[in-house]
């Protein structure tokens, strides 16, 4: 698959052509991590690779800039990942799943290392362990609550703790971490909080010792079980009540909220056994068109939990306005490989259909205005990218009517893989 082929180099681009019209509020950087091997080095599996950055530059109605820079980590720059008696090197690990912003810094993240600071131009500063505080990975998923400005995250690994959660402060101080005893070596990929809650994913693809170096070194254990745990974040040391659920996996959450009868909600996309069999054919090598998640809804209350299927269609990258994260959210904004959906959650769709055979990625909302305003009011920011790896575009959509035609779309110097996750850096941060 051409649209999966890593670049061989780093380049800059200025003044890129813009067809329609930037809104000129968008005044900022958007910008997209994914694994890209450096030319020569195999990849076992489609996760793994030395992180990537891509990043567009618009100011004024102008898209000034593309560029990409590798993340440059331990193991970019040849560090050993094994410190003496065995133990990783959180900072030798590839950077290569999301880029945030908080509290005025740039990371990019994975969840089997330290965050790597990035300067606004993607160069990489180094790991970030917040003053010697964090002993543990981060997830490449932290959730900021819009009501504190606290950063929720966690840290997952084989050997114990196998699960720690942590939060950083509005001004991006670690101020609490915490062990969470129970779960066994799984994959946490992703969590999901709500105004009071945690919402931890203790699902079967376990750890498997034996595959360390040759590929991603977890599988589907039917053993194990699938569960959900609840865990109150506004009390210190707050019970974690576990709930048993369906055997499924989950990559990523749409997002959660509490209702009016206390009761958790939880929207996600979800793998059922054959489902992520498939996927991780596909993702090791071997091409599966059947690795499909749907978007699904967990209601967790105190007699276990109910689960609901929301849509057949086959999605993923879910994401929504992040002021609403862990609130009621009216818009979820997903995709399927060659479509945007945005999901009305009181009832209907919007599709916007890229032409064929093109690829795009995670749409990601940018807000019109700060305040007040309606919850679909701002922008979608993806980049698309041709099946034969020719040419990239970032494209622009209202949100508001996502099945329209683009507002705007910058054409990129160059055709840019299929990645993870990216942000929009407003210039205030």
């Known amino acids: 698959m051409s649209y999966l082929t890593p670049v061989p180099d780093e380049i800059t681009a200025f003044d890129l ?58 193991m970019f720059v040849g560090h050993p990942s094994r410190r003496p008696g065995g133990n990783r090197d959180l900072a030798a690990v590839s950077a290569n799943t999301h880029i945030i912003e908080h509290a005025g810094r740039l990371m990019a993240l994975v969840e089997t290392g330290l965050p790597h600071g990035i300067t606004p131009d993607l160069d990489t500063i180094g790991p970030e362990d917040f003053d010697g505080r964090l002993t543990t990975a981060m997830t490449a998923h932290p959730k900021r609550d819009p009501g504190t400005g606290d950063l929720h995250f966690f840290g997952y690994a084989p050997q114990p703790p196998h699960l720690t959660y942590h ?27 709500t105004e009071r809650h945690v919402v931890w994913l203790d699902l079967p693809v376990v750890f498997r010792p034996h595959l360390v170096g040759k590929t991603m070194p977890y599988q589907w254990d039917d053993d194990y079980g699938a569960r959900l745990g609840l865990m109150r974040h506004d009390l210190p040391y707050a019970p974690v009540r576990w709930v048993d659920i ?18 958790v909600i939880l ?28 978007l699904h809804r967990w209601i967790l209350d105190p007699a276990g939990a109910t689960e609901v299927s929301l849509d057949d ?27 945007i959906i945005k999901y009305d959650l009181t009832g209907g769709s919007a599709v916007h259909r890229l032409p064929p055979k093109t690829y795009i990625g995670e749409a990601v909302f940018v807000p019109a205005i700060p305040g007040p305003r309606l919850e679909d009011d ?28 683009p507002v705007a779309a910058v054409d990129l110097p160059r055709g840019v893989p299929a990645g993870f996750h990216g942000s929009w850096i407003p210039d205030e941060c």
């Open 167 to 193: 939060r950083l402060d509005a001004t991006g101080k670690l101020v609490y971490s915490r062990e969470i005893a129970g779960p066994g070596a799984t994959m946490m990929h992703d969590f999901a909080i």
């Open 313 to 339: 269609r086959a999605v993923e990258f879910p994401t929504l306005d992040d002021t609403r994260i862990g609130r009621p959210a009216r818009y979820l904004y997903t995709t399927d490989d060659s479509a």
């Open 17 to 74: 052509p813009v067809t329609g019209t930037l809104p000129t509020e968008l005044n900022g950087r958007y910008v997209r991590n994914g694994p890209n091997p450096r030319p020569g080095e195999k990849s076992a599996h489609v996760f793994i690779g030395h992180g990537m950055l891509h990043g567009i530059r618009l100011r004024n109605g102008r898209a000034e800039w593309y560029r990409n820079r590798w993340v440059r980590t331990g």
């Open 267 to 294: 929207d996600a996309v979800r793998y059922g056994p054959a489902e992520f069999a498939a996927l991780w054919r596909t993702t090791s090598g071997t091409p599966d068109a059947e690795g499909v998640g749907r």
């Open 378 to 405: 701002g922008w979608l920011l993806a980049i698309t990218t041709r099946h034969d790896g020719s040419a990239s575009q970032l494209l622009v959509l209202d949100a508001s009517n996502p099945a329209a035609p």
């Open 246 to 263: 369906d055997p499924c996996f989950v990559f990523h959450i749409g997002n959660a909220h509490e209702d009016a009868a206390g009761r």
